[in-house]
């Protein structure tokens, strides 16, 4: 009533303006706009603006552990079929290793004497408590069929590769302390029980050890060293990429005509399409800012 005597006495509606916490302006309605409201507007802000071959060498990574993981699943398969004996295996397994440490000196993270010896020291307690449990590796699925386990491991090995941290975020350089996520552990220990069912299909004891301890390396230290790769150089992680790839076809091919087929089309779904896709999604994407946002606080911290 106050607000109607007011305005036909002053003639005049009183200027709108916006009043935070501050009650409803007399005279409007508590969502009332006008039109400065929106412009302050902003649209495409944080859009970030991507590049196709950008996108497609950061889905290199992704590519590239496909690739390790078929690698694995060929040894088991080889082994499985008493191509690869246990000598054969042990001897990759030291040459993995090996080759592992020249990556890690090569590429710049430097490792000390000390901490060198404490690799060396926890890597012979892995192996020693790795080689006296293979006897339970080895009975340990005894009762279950083998199609069962087949089934299991693949399913294993899928989820291992849908929670697989491809961006290294929680790869721990030597020496650092970092926390894995709990996707991260769950992809590790999904790839380390299919390690176990393979394992216990083996003949021998000794064959259980040197598969596991393959497995282990590879499923532990593979993204480690790929990422210390990375890091060192793009053209050379590249590089090592696509000779990761060729080997890894070549090998599926002489093994399965299908399975590289399958393989190849994954491949370029991942490296081609993929990033495709993201890159017409793009320009779909619409995002608007203004006055309506909640307030964004900054502290100027000064000596």
């Not at 802000?45 to 071959?53: D, E, F, P, Q, T």
């Not at 020249?102 to 404490?118: D, N, P, R, Y």
């Not at 393979?198 to 590879?218: E, G, K, N, T, Y």
Request: charged share 15%; with cysteine.
């Amino acid at each position: 009533m106050d607000t109607e005597i007011s305005e036909k006495t002053s003639g005049t509606r009183p200027k709108w303006r916006k009043v935070a916490y501050g009650g409803m302006q007399l005279g409007f309605d508590d969502n009332h706009t006008d039109e400065s409201f929106l412009e302050d507007m902003v649209m495409n802000a944080n859009v970030v603006k991507r590049n196709m071959l950008k996108v497609m060498q950061d889905s290199v990574s992704i590519s590239q552990y496909l690739c390790i993981v078929a690698l694995v699943g060929l040894v088991w398969t080889y082994t499985l079929r008493s191509v690869l004996d246990e000598n054969s295996l042990l001897l990759l397994d030291v040459g993995l290793l090996g080759l592992g440490f020249a990556v890690l000196s090569l590429t710049g993270e430097m490792i000390s004497l000390k901490l060198l010896l404490h690799y060396l020291l926890n890597i012979s307690f892995f192996t020693t408590g790795l080689y006296i449990l293979a006897p339970v590796y080895h009975t340990l699925t005894r009762s279950i069929s083998s199609d069962s386990i087949w089934v299991v491991t693949v399913l294993l090995l899928l989820l291992h590769l849908f929670l697989h941290d491809y961006s290294g975020s929680t790869v721990r350089a030597p020496g650092a302390l970092q926390n894995p996520t709990l996707t991260s552990c769950i992809s590790l220990n999904a790839s380390i029980v299919a390690s176990v069912f393979i394992a216990s299909r083996l003949p021998s004891r000794l064959h259980v050890f040197a598969i596991m301890l393959f497995s282990l390396q590879v499923f532990l230290f593979a993204p480690l060293v790929t990422y210390c790769i990375k890091k060192y150089s793009s053209c050379l992680h590249l590089c090592l990429s696509f000779c990761l790839m060729t080997v890894t076809l070549g090998f599926v091919y002489s093994l399965h005509r299908l399975l590289f087929v399958t393989l190849l089309g994954l491949l370029v779904f991942v490296n081609v399409v993929c990033p495709y896709w993201l890159i017409r999604i793009q320009e779909y994407k619409f995002e608007i800012n203004g006055p309506w946002d909640e307030a964004k606080l900054c502290f100027d911290i000064t000596d």
